[in-house]
T-cell receptor, first 113, second 111 residues
Framework: EAQVTQNPRYLITVTGKKLTVTCSQNMNHEYMSWYRQDPGLGLRQIYYSMNVEVTDKGDVPEGYKVSRKEKRNFPLILESPSPNQTSLYFC????????????FGPGTRLTVT | TQLLEQSPQFLSIQEGENLTVYCNSSSVFSSLQWYRQEPGEGPVLLVTVVTGGEVKKLKRLTFQFGDARKDSSLHITAAQPGDTGLYLCAGVGNTGNQFYFGTGTSLTVIP
């Protein structure tokens, strides 16, 4: 089954404790992206990757890191999480065509206390 | 940041009614997408419109891209309870790599 998976689905952590949210897709997509979703603000793009070893900042990259060492994986790293990073995070992937149909993962709800 | 404003923010209607959701921006986009998101899940793409003035129909849903490629609308005819969800528009930047989402319209269709 074609899908984007994220782990963990739920995470509660404390300020300053480094964490990684994994994202994996089995569709051989070149493009992958991370978003955060907050009430009243919609989805905002954090980082995206056009292919292996190619990443770029989205609208809200501060406090986040990413890496793309393999085509299928695109982990999101929070080196020193803060409470304002409490949010619902989505990973997405797509084939790079005119229509850019993004397939989203199920989301990771992160709470930073 | 390229802002996309959606209206209305919330919509509650009776089954069988028609509705229109608007997505407006001062920025020009290479294309415009509409997604539907259900609670506990990621957004699912409904349609992509690419050409200014383009109209696409998906069963009871009609999507239109403005002539200037700055705005879009989603019209649902004879809404059904299964249409309930959060509708999101997303503008695609000129490079095709950046996506700018609207704030969403939460639709509830009452049986």
């Amino acid at each position: 089954e074609a899908q984007v998976t994220q782990n963990p689905r739920y995470l509660i952590t404390v300020t300053g404790k480094k964490l990684t949210v994994t994202c994996s897709q089995n569709m051989n997509h070149e493009y992958m992206s991370w978003y955060r979703q907050d009430p009243g603000l919609g989805l905002r793009q954090i980082y995206y990757s056009m292919n292996v070893e190619v990443t770029d900042k989205g609208d809200v990259p501060e406090g986040y890191k990413v890496s793309r060492k393999e085509k299928r994986n695109f982990p999101l790293i929070l080196e020193s999480p803060s409470p304002n990073q409490t949010s619902l995070y989505f990973c997405a992937s797509s084939v790079r065509t005119t229509f850019q149909e993004q397939y989203f993962g199920p989301g990771t709800r992160l709470t930073v206390t | 940041t390229q802002l996309l404003e959606q209206s209305p923010q919330f919509l509650s209607i009776q089954e069988g009614e028609n509705l229109t959701v608007y997505c407006n921006s001062s920025s020009v986009f290479s294309s415009l997408q509409w997604y539907r998101q259900e609670p506990g899940e990621g957004p699912v793409l409904l349609v992509t419109v690419v050409t200014g003035g383009e109209v696409k129909k998906l069963k009871r849903l009609t999507f239109q891209f403005g002539d200037a490629r700055k705005d879009s609308s989603l019209h649902i005819t004879a809404a059904q309870p299964g249409d309930t969800g959060l509708y999101l528009c997303a503008g695609v930047g000129n490079t095709g790599n950046q996506f700018y989402f609207g704030t969403g319209t939460s639709l509830t269709v009452i049986p």
